[in-house]
């Protein structure tokens, strides 16, 4: 057994954080199978049907082989992709977009081809947790921007930005609309950051995958729609959400700059051909009417307001302004919410009911911050998120860990 | 523009190779385009048709929203990979079994988690040119024994890898059977190998997706079913092979060391999920009768037969012994492979056909070597595979850069 303890783990085997949103699963299970109906809050998986197109594109897929395809993509599916782009005023040719296994690859290729391990990049926190999990995969440095729930977690002036710049910062990741905040970042904003970076010869990373869940006023403006945008900016995008195909796998990593296409397009080459068949059928999805972006923005603009009015009416809780994607990260009266959620799914039933949330302190880097918070995903039917407050509610009131009396929690 | 000057780009994205299967594509595209046949023996993508089972899983699902699945795979899957292994003797729960996204992806979580940036790991070479495309990505060095097509391909002895441990090796890495070889390691190799392992707290990862494909006697042993495998082993398999389903991108990352199992799990959240469809297609498929391997045994093993006598039939080339996978390592009377190549795509024609190859130096990781050499894939059906060898004579006959003469080989 001795052999055991001297075989060695990487660094980054050890720092690879396990994922917020995943790490209580063993407990949602455990409860499931008491018969306890577990409503999930704690990931984004929308519940909307994916669009009809990209089934009938899949089911009827007449491949007898099902091969490898090219490590950019299928090159129809590029065209396409890219065309959509331009309808949307982010003008790409289908040579800037490559096909990625999902967002999360796309992350991991642009960290992976501009940062050497010890590098920096600088990201506003609080952040989307697996910012964090691809900077330890690739043995880089997240550098953060503490953002603060009473002004809704606005992004910082460019200002804040240029203070933590070193001689290892290589890039400015940001989140538009914002995973876990909500926030959105007008183009004001983005000009600003944009022209730090080209200042400072960083690149900015701006992760749009929500872009299609913005719900007062217009889309919001996407970094590559910038002038000066060729050399700097890296986009990076995904079907997931946009059209409820979370377990597709398909992405885009889109740039102008072909200095930084050329070393991701090895990198694809490195692990061959992303999923053939989903390919196919995002091919098929990008024929979707407008009209479903549509149906979403209106059934998401309502499932929000249920959330920030339930919310809003419970003692001791904090709900920011959210003005896009689908997420709230929420201030609770408790005194730690890694021990509230998982209490929440060992112990506490309400109609044997009970509701599965992602801690806070997975989306901060800071350690030591995020600890009376939670990430909701407001993806479930509102008949179903009432219930899922309902069960917080109650929740509240019961923990033995609350921070506020019980008596000014039943008082109201 | 001079930003784009100083806009740094990382050591890997430096290092990163160009797959040496895909490189040449854009030429072979061109070919095309110029209504060329062109016959592809670069890449080991079977022609033989994925099974009916899993088309009828995929096409079969009734979901309505394409969800995330468990990190770690579906649960059904684990099960039912496992209970695959255990009938070909390879004793594994589910739990020691985590579904990656294809092969590639389980080699990169097992090189991530056991190695530093700076480590070393052992590999006979000629070696899967994606290796060191996946040390590139992971800051890895790569330590070759060079094995030679005199003895076709034989794997090296205990002691030479004994040579070649520093303080810095982490792993021996072998593929067995071999691509791009086709040379299969027997029992009594497997268990010096991993003596030496254990006596130096090394890993072996065992990269065995050809298990199927053997073709005179019994099916490779499995590093797995050596006794004491328990902690140093971690096996890389994929389903792209066996059920000619390169695209479905499914693949397995199996150990018994719990230690491990634990930060490849972490590694597995950070990217979410595997392709979901894809996981029920392979559930399907795990129900593929045994014939189906049996057909493809009888095919391959025709095929290269036929490779092998077409070859030894050209003056000049080398063709070894090949004992499974379904690649030939083969020795050419050319200047320079890479050059040799490119001219098969860009000015050779023969009947209006020409056959793509890989160039044997992207398979070698010591610098020089294979500059001779091809790698022939043997995906086709007999009477393509004749075609493609009737191009390749001619085209030898022709080359310019040919390092025999006319005479000798028009003689033949």
């Not at 995969?137 to 550098?143: A, E, H, K, L, Y």
Request: charged share 20%; proline share 6%.
């Amino acid at each position: 057994m001795f052999e055991l303890m001297s075989l060695p783990l990487s660094d980054r085997a050890n720092v690879m954080p396990p994922s917020p949103i995943r790490k209580l699963a063993p407990y949602a299970d455990a409860a499931k199978k008491q018969g306890v109906k577990v409503f999930h809050l704690n990931i984004g998986q929308p519940d909307v049907p994916s669009p009809k197109e990209y089934w009938d594109a899949v089911k009827g897929c007449e491949l007898e082989v099902l091969e490898y395809s090219n490590s950019a993509g299928i090159a129809e599916l590029r065209e396409k992709a890219a065309a959509d782009y331009c309808k949307q005023g982010i003008e790409v040719t289908a040579a800037q977009v490559l096909v990625t296994t999902a967002g999360s690859e796309s992350l991991s290729i642009a960290l992976s081809i501009i940062c050497n391990p010890g590098d920096e990049v600088i990201i506003p926190e609080p952040l989307y947790a697996n910012y964090i999990g691809f900077a330890a995969g690739t043995g880089i440095n997240v550098v953060p921007i503490t953002t603060h729930i009473e002004n809704n977690f606005a992004l910082p002036g460019s200002e804040e930005f240029a203070k933590r710049i070193t001689d290892r910062t290589r890039a400015i990741i940001i989140c538009n609309p914002g995973n876990p905040t909500g926030s959105t970042y007008d183009r004001e904003q983005l000009e600003s950051l944009l022209k730090l970076a080209r200042d400072n010869n960083l690149y900015i990373i701006a992760d749009e995958v929500y872009r299609e869940f913005y719900f007062d006023g217009d889309r919001p403006v996407s970094v590559l729609q910038l002038d000066g945008s060729d050399e700097n900016v890296i986009m990076v995008d995904s079907v997931s959400k946009r059209f409820s195909l979370c377990g597709a796998r398909i992405g885009y990593f889109v740039t102008r700059n072909a200095t930084l296409m050329d070393p991701a397009i090895r990198f694809a080459q490195a692990r061959l051909s992303s999923p053939t068949l989903e390919m196919l059928g995002v091919i098929g999805a990008l024929d979707t009417p407008l009209s479903y972006y549509d149906a979403l923005r209106t059934e998401y603009t309502a499932r929000r307001d249920v959330l920030t009015q339930r919310l809003r009416a419970m003692p001791g809780v904090t709900c920011p302004d959210i003005q896009g994607a689908f997420y709230a990260m929420v201030q609770l009266p408790i005194d730690d919410c890694d021990v509230f959620c998982k209490w929440m799914l060992e112990e506490f039933r309400h109609d044997n009911q009970t509701v599965m949330m992602a801690p806070g302190t997975g989306f901060y880097s800071t350690p030591g911050l995020g600890k009376n918070q939670v990430r909701i995903a407001y993806v479930l039917k509102i008949e179903n998120l009432h219930l899922a407050m309902d069960c917080l509610e109650v929740a509240l009131a019961q923990y033995p860990g609350r921070t506020i009396s019980a008596e000014k929690v039943t008082s109201q």
